[in-house]
């Protein structure tokens, strides 16, 4: 199997311990993560040759981001070193009713002053069969974008499948340009594209057609075909479209699937009840990276693709850190029916 490329940006995350407010901490846990490393890691525990791309400060700090990344198996040698410092972002952790908080402390990062030409592209996918990355990266700076642009015109060039998470960040648009400037030319190269009603909106103005997507902590798959079409439609490029299904009963408590349109089909995935979240953050970068497993391990099988995509996700709520840390065995036996959480001896 050729190997998956990702690109973005690894922070160091600080979380007062447990479920406490920042205002309580005496001290942080550390993790390190960011969506396309994320997507990386998970890539790497199913056995998917993979490399992460991105600009690291030479200091302690970049050389722990560095190793964290080769603890879990992924591809860092075409890593640049450079720039002022790591960015950082600090995560409360919300219980029952009152909803985790990330406040970021990225600006003047490492990555947010990355330049085109910095990354010699065609070398890094010489041997690559898919390029991913997200709305977050262009979202840190005009260089990040740039670089980003950079990136999938040289994959589009080469034959490589791009992909990306759309992932609206609105307190990163910050240096002048808006998403509406910046994200159709991007996502034009994009053959895979994963999405939320509020992606399409802040990202393209794109609306649900007629229909309410949400009802209280239940979501109808359904309701989202009106914004995959548009979406297929604004970008004929891309031959997959799809959207995680979040219904938030409570920040403990929530419904998790997923709907995948192929132009033809709509593929819906069995929900999952998640009653007590250990960690929601990489949510999403747990769904992408088990959905290219899937469509990399299934490619004539977008159903079953997908059903590994959403088992996949609904597990990383079970785990500390950013990082999805489980093996094809777990989520195939969650696909199974068995989410009985017996202790294997």
């Known amino acids: 199997m050729k190997k998956v490329v990702t690109f973005g940006e690894i922070m160091l995350r600080l979380s007062p311990p447990g479920w406490k407010r920042f205002s309580q901490a005496n001290s942080f846990d550390v993790v390190y993560g960011g969506g396309e490393s994320n997507v990386a890691v998970s890539l790497a525990n199913y056995g998917v040759p993979s490399q992460f791309i991105t600009r690291l400060p030479e200091n302690d700090l970049g050389d722990c981001a560095l190793m964290e990344l080769r603890k879990r198996g992924v591809d860092t040698q075409e890593i640049i070193r450079g720039g002022e410092r790591l960015g950082i972002y600090f995560l409360e952790t919300g219980a029952v009713s009152r909803g985790s908080k990330v406040v970021y402390d990225r600006a003047h990062s490492a990555m947010s002053s990355i330049q085109k030409g910095m990354v010699d592209w065609e070398a890094v996918f010489k041997d690559a069969g898919w390029f991913h990355w997200t709305g977050i990266t262009p979202a840190i ?88 079409k548009q979406l ?66 299934f490619p004539e099988d977008d159903q079953n693709a997908l059903n590994f995509a959403v088992a996949a996700s609904c597990l990383k709520h079970t785990i500390m850190g950013d990082a999805n840390l489980v093996t094809v065995e777990e989520v195939e036996k969650l696909m199974g029916g068995d989410a009985s959480g017996r202790v294997s001896r």
């Open 141 to 228: 700076s005009q260089g990040a974008a740039d670089a980003c642009l950079e990136a999938i015109q040289t994959a589009n060039k080469m034959g490589v499948t791009v992909s990306t998470d759309l992932n609206y960040r609105k307190k990163l648009w910050k240096y002048g340009k808006s998403p509406m400037d910046v994200m159709p030319e991007l996502v034009a190269g994009c053959d895979v594209i994963l999405g939320n009603e509020e992606d399409a909106e802040k990202h393209f103005g794109l609306h649900p057609e007629g229909v309410d997507v949400t009802h209280g902590g239940s979501v109808d798959g359904k309701a989202y075909l009106s914004v995959l």
């Open 232 to 297: 297929m439609k604004m970008f004929p490029r891309a031959k997959k479209v799809i959207t995680t299904l979040r219904g938030s009963i409570s920040a403990s408590h929530n419904t998790w699937s997923g709907v995948l349109y192929d132009g033809t089909t709509l593929f819906e995935a069995p929900t999952y009840d998640i009653t007590h979240i250990v960690d929601r953050v990489g949510g999403g970068d747990s769904f992408m990276g088990g959905l290219i497993y899937g469509l990399l391990k």
